[in-house]
């Protein structure tokens, strides 16, 4: 019975974590990440790397919540709600600035030689584990995401799931599901934005789109914690 109900949470983990990651929150964020990318493999693997993000921010948060046996206190909870509002506007809002400031030719990035400065076509940031080479901002956008959901998966676990191990093993498979999941979407997506990259003009137009709505839902996603602040 142990490995039955350990193999029927697991793979149901697995299922949610993709439907997690079709949440509006995370669509619009990362939608801002690869509306720039020329190519639905690369808009894929932002999509990899914001899910190994949010998968290593739940379960650094999810187990220690599993070990203790307690949930995330409501507030901190709703702090992390704030954080991922504040992160969809500043996103929303950086596409819309860059592109505003986008030329003819497409996309430009600043470049450094020493003390000389100049923009040029390029990659992002991103950061090198060994012969890995990560994006650095889906990353972290995706870690922001995993913090805020980990009080919810948490509460989830401790109330359906008996043992440590079922419960454990359901947040390692959520996270892989959710990984599986944008990565697959984010593949989607930047196939026509691919397609689109020689047409800078419309290229440039669904940057705006997509970052307006991003900033709009930003708000929406703050407006329960302001008016909670407020009414305090």
């Known amino acids: 019975m142990p490995v039955i109900e350990l193999l029927t949470s697991s793979g149901l983990g697995s299922l949610l974590g993709m439907r997690h990651a079709l949440e509006p929150d995370h669509l619009a964020a990362v939608s801002t990440l690869i509306t720039r990318e020329r190519s ?30 307690t949930e995330l206190p409501r507030s901190v909870s709703d702090l992390f709600e704030f954080f991922v509002a504040l992160m969809l506007i500043g996103l929303g809002a950086r596409a819309v ?65 008996p043992t440590t191990a079922a419960r454990l093993a359901y947040m390692s498979l959520f996270g892989l599901g959710s990984t599986l999941g944008m990565a697959a979407l984010s593949g989607l997506l930047g196939w026509p934005i691919a397609r689109m990259g020689s047409h800078h003009a419309v290229a440039r137009t669904v940057s705006m789109v997509v970052g307006c709505v991003s900033i709009g839902l930003g708000v929406v996603w703050a407006y329960p914690f302001i008016s909670h602040l407020l009414s305090n």
């Not at 690369?42 to 599993?66: E, I, P, Q, Y």
């Not at 990353?139 to 995401?145: E, I, S």
């Open 40 to 69: 639905s493999y690369r808009a894929a693997f932002l999509g990899v790397c914001w899910g190994l993000g949010h998968t290593l921010s739940l379960l650094l948060v999810g187990v220690a919540l599993v070990v203790l046996r």
């Open 97 to 161: 600035y860059l592109a505003a400031r986008q030329g003819a030719a497409g996309p430009a990035h600043v470049h450094h030689h020493g003390h000389l400065v100049h923009s040029h076509a390029g990659v992002p940031a991103h950061v090198h584990i060994g012969h890995w080479t990560l994006a650095r901002r889906p990353l972290l956008v995706g870690a922001v995401h995993g913090l805020a959901g980990s009080g919810a998966l948490t509460a989830l676990v401790l109330t359906t799931l």
